[in-house]
């Protein structure tokens, strides 16, 4: 029989007191994390790694292809980044409710994400298409700079409808507790993605079109898996409930604010590496490639943080939801050191891999210092982050990332402005890292976030 509302608060204030003392040991806490984060760490490297894979590929062809490649996954990023509430938001949803006890409710929820998914890329489509050529100017490419990232662009739109379909199909899998698959999807995905690369680029000599079009088709296989996966082995319903489509999108407008504010810190520091010439974009493109892949790495705290954090206050768990936050933000600190140490020991191999020349690889090596450096704040930034949005704790979120763009932009413009190179630059960017450090620390330090129930 469904709770009345305040059957509800009741039902939820008597669990959360009589979990308030069972947050489990620092031991138990670490075991659950360990059997999220770890298959979803593997997930979520492979995700970068076909902006990896199709860095190093087209890195094998004429300039200014390299740079092409970085101007256009830019503006893709941007897109693609703005729906990430689809896999942040289902997982948070899903699994308050798995915790709550309504699985039904979780994979109705799921369905609808899916469908909101879809909706979205295909409105992508129809609206970037035209824009295309005016995007990739935006950010200071032009002439045949321009030309190939354009191509690149156009190529890789149509592709959205499956990349937003497979956030979306992560999102309920976690929610589920499930990111063991989601490994399984991105590792072959990834395999065939890099086939696919290699083949079309190098092989047919399609050029940048060809990895475009690799990662398109890898995209689209791994899509009609999670259909098949969610539809089929959860038997969830296929029909789209209009009135849940909309809560969904609703939902996620304060996650929309948030990861408008990543995104533009980012373009707006791609804008100003193109500005300073052709090498400059290159070496900023490969940097952003190897910190995109360890932000990835340090997200799988955070994905755990997501799953977690949803179902535990679900199940009224306070106690749970605080032990499992101070263990993560350790396990971050910890991880965020040790892939600083490994970038100090890969950076002087980095610009062989990528095969850049004389001067990208000056300003390669410089900024894999600051790389490193900013690893162990960005260990602490996305666990935080990923409780908060478990948490469901979206309009502080969207405010935050305001107030931390403001804190970025005027150190970037002033570096675009006065030339001071990509390290100054990157600097900039540890500025915003540091406010958000800031700003998330006092939301977790404090209890506003902390709302239980399904």
């Not at 305040?6 to 360990?34: F, V």
């Not at 004429?62 to 509430?85: E, I, K, W, Y």
């Not at 089929?232 to 990861?259: E, M, N, Q």
């Amino acid at each position: 029989m469904p709770l009345t509302p305040r059957s509800a608060r009741s039902d939820r204030s008597s669990r959360s007191s009589r979990s308030s003392g069972s947050g489990g040991s620092g031991r138990d806490h670490d075991r659950q994390i360990l059997r999220l984060a770890l298959p979803a760490f593997g997930a979520l490297v492979a995700e970068p790694l076909f902006l990896l894979t199709d860095t190093v590929v087209v890195g094998r062809l004429p300039a200014p292809a390299l740079g092409a490649l970085g101007v256009a996954s830019t503006v893709l990023s941007f897109l693609v980044g703005l729906c990430v509430f689809l896999a942040y938001g289902t997982t948070a949803a899903v699994a308050r409710q798995i915790g709550a006890g309504e699985t039904g409710r979780a994979l109705r929820q799921g369905v609808d994400g899916l469908w909101l998914a879809a909706g979205v890329g295909v409105a992508i489509i129809v609206v970037v298409w035209p824009l295309a050529p005016s995007l990739v100017h935006l950010l200071g490419a032009e002439g045949e700079l321009a030309r190939q990232a354009v191509t690149y662009l156009r190529i890789s739109l149509l592709g959205v409808p499956a990349m937003l379909l497979v956030l979306a199909g992560t999102g309920v899998l976690r929610g589920m507790q499930d990111t063991a698959t989601p490994l399984l999807v991105s590792v072959g995905a990834f395999a065939l993605n890099a086939v696919l690369n290699v083949v079309f680029v190098l092989g047919l000599g399609w050029g940048i079109a060809g990895s475009a079009w690799g990662t398109v088709l890898a995209q689209s296989l791994a899509a009609a898996v999670y259909l098949l996966l969610i539809l089929g082995r959860y038997r969830a319903p296929f029909r789209p409930d209009l009135a849940g489509v909309r809560a969904a999108g609703s939902a996620g407008i304060a996650l929309i604010i948030r990861t408008a504010c990543l995104q533009l810190v980012l373009a707006v520091a791609t804008a100003a590496a193109t500005r300073m010439g052709e090498q400059q974009i290159e070496a900023h493109t490969v940097a952003i490639r190897i910190w995109t892949l360890l932000a990835f790495a340090l997200d799988a705290i955070a994905i755990a943080g997501q799953a977690i954090t949803g179902r535990a206050l679900g199940a009224g768990d306070v106690a749970g939801a605080r032990g499992a936050t101070g263990r993560m933000v350790t396990w971050g600190v910890g991880s965020g050191v040790l892939l600083g140490l490994l970038v100090v020991l890969a950076r002087p191999f980095v610009p062989t891999v990528f095969d850049t020349g004389p001067v990208v690889t000056a300003e390669l090596l410089d900024l894999l210092w600051v790389v490193a450096a900013l690893q162990p704040v960005a260990g602490v930034v996305f666990v935080l982050d990923g409780v908060l949005i478990g948490a469901g704790d979206r309009r502080y979120l969207a405010w935050a990332g305001v107030w931390t763009t403001i804190a970025y932009l005027p150190a970037a413009f002033l570096v675009d402005l006065q030339g001071g190179g990509l390290v100054a630059l990157w600097l900039a960017l540890g500025l915003w890292m540091a406010a958000r450090l800031v700003t998330l620390s006092t939301r977790a330090y404090g209890t506003a976030w902390l709302v239980v129930g399904g």
